[in-house]
């Protein structure tokens, strides 16, 4: 089985889960987000490399001009002749067959960035493309101002800035989701509930041949989780404090930027898990070097709209290739919602007496509030749960009289 010790690389190391894919000079590091594994990026994987056949299991690898099932070459003619792409994608500690540490504190981006980095290392990549989901491009994020140097280009898909932005849009919706998701304790009831975060009603209710979407990609995740399993507390309560504590810097975001290297934000604009002007924002942060692509779709875009989310990254990759300059690259405007007008003369200028700025104080106090709030919440979903079960088992029973 392909693990390795990211212990020998970092002092707060774990053991961590890895598969390749395909082969060729153009190396493509995957990394996924909360409470996925490493089969998430399935149709990044076919469409990038053109098979689905992990290398350690014998797999033969295709032709580079083998066209995958979503009608996407998976090379273009320069990357034939370069000898094509080979991807790695992982679990992140905390899921899946990588180790699951107990301590909470032994969750955070920074420290999850240490165990990808030290996975370059253990590959002998010396570069690569990193591309990122939600939880996984807060960790993409963190591990491009770690060591910029070993990045070719940079994908953030469906991600936000963290800290309290990782808060969903709070809706009857997403309240009733956020009730299910807690209650749930089979492989079926979180199914249920992923479906309707991941994905669009209307993806779901399209039909495939003569059955549903809905009815298959059910099936599909029952058998999933089932095979994986239902991720521990300890995984789970680690990799939501890792999003909630993640937050860049002005000096990560600066040296992010700076970089060379061309980045685009993908996001679908249905998702209601990470708010599409989230990502506006850290697209305008990260300029001159980020594009923004916006696509029709929920949380996991890649797989609602595998062909247009491939395509991009295909072109990012090309564009890394071509040395494209980034103010050529960027389609971003700054003056879109004001946002960058309003930050520029508070947050650089004025300061408080640590030399932090007051808008920033304001953030860490608003991202602690949220933090207590989905608490509390927590707290009184299990606390009404409990009280529910103990007026349940103190009712009087009915006894009928008898003649």
Not at 145 to 160: G, K
Not at 179 to 199: G, I, M, N, S
Not at 245 to 252: A, G, I, P, V, W
Request: proline share 4%.
């Amino acid at each position: 089985m392909p693990c390795f010790d990211s212990s020998k690389y970092h002092g707060n190391g774990a053991s961590i889960f890895y598969r390749t894919y395909g082969h060729g000079p153009v190396k493509v590091l995957l990394i996924i987000g909360l409470a996925g594994t490493h089969e998430s990026w399935g149709p990044q994987i076919k469409g990038l490399t053109g098979t689905c056949q992990p290398n350690e299991e014998g797999e033969v690898p295709m032709p580079a001009s083998v066209v995958g099932d979503e009608g996407l070459s998976c090379q273009d003619e320069e990357d034939q002749a370069a000898g094509g792409i080979e991807v790695c994608c992982f679990d992140n500690r905390g899921m899946g067959r990588s180790s699951i540490p107990t301590k909470k504190s032994d969750y955070t981006t920074t420290i999850m960035a240490r165990d990808a980095l030290a996975l370059l290392d253990h590959l002998g990549w010396k570069k690569a493309h990193v591309f990122g989901h939600s939880m996984g491009g807060m960790i993409s994020c963190k591990l491009a101002a770690m060591a910029p140097e070993r990045l070719s280009s940079l994908a953030l898909l469906n991600v936000t800035g963290g800290g309290f932005e990782c808060f969903p849009k709070i809706d009857r919706q997403m309240l009733s989701l956020a009730f299910r998701f807690l209650k749930a304790r089979t492989p079926e009831q979180r199914a249920a509930v992923d479906l309707e975060t991941h994905y669009t009603k209307e993806y779901l209710d399209e039909y495939v041949g003569s059955t549903a979407r809905r009815k298959i990609l059910y099936q599909d995740y029952v058998k999933a989780i089932s095979s994986s399993g239902m991720q521990s507390n300890c995984g789970f309560e680690g990799q939501v404090n890792a999003c909630w504590t993640h937050k860049l810097t002005s000096k990560e975001l600066e040296t992010i930027r700076s970089a060379g290297f061309p980045i685009s934000v993908i996001h679908g604009r249905d998702d209601i898990i990470a708010q599409l002007d989230h990502a506006r924002k850290l697209a305008e942060k990260l300029y001159p070097a980020a594009r923004m692509v916006e696509l029709h779709g929920a949380h996991l875009v890649s797989h609602e709209r595998p062909d247009e989310v491939n395509q991009s990254l295909i072109e990012l990759i090309k564009a890394s290739k071509s040395k494209i300059a980034l103010q050529d690259w960027s389609n971003v405007q700054l003056n879109r919602s004001g946002w960058l007008d309003f930050v520029r003369p508070f947050s650089l200028f004025k300061r408080n007496g640590d030399g932090t700025s007051y808008l920033m104080t304001a953030y860490n106090i608003l991202a602690k509030l949220q933090l207590s709030l989905l608490y509390f919440f927590g707290v009184f979903v299990m606390g009404f749960e409990r009280a529910k079960n103990i007026v349940i088992t103190m009712k009087p029973v009915r006894v009928a009289a008898s003649n």
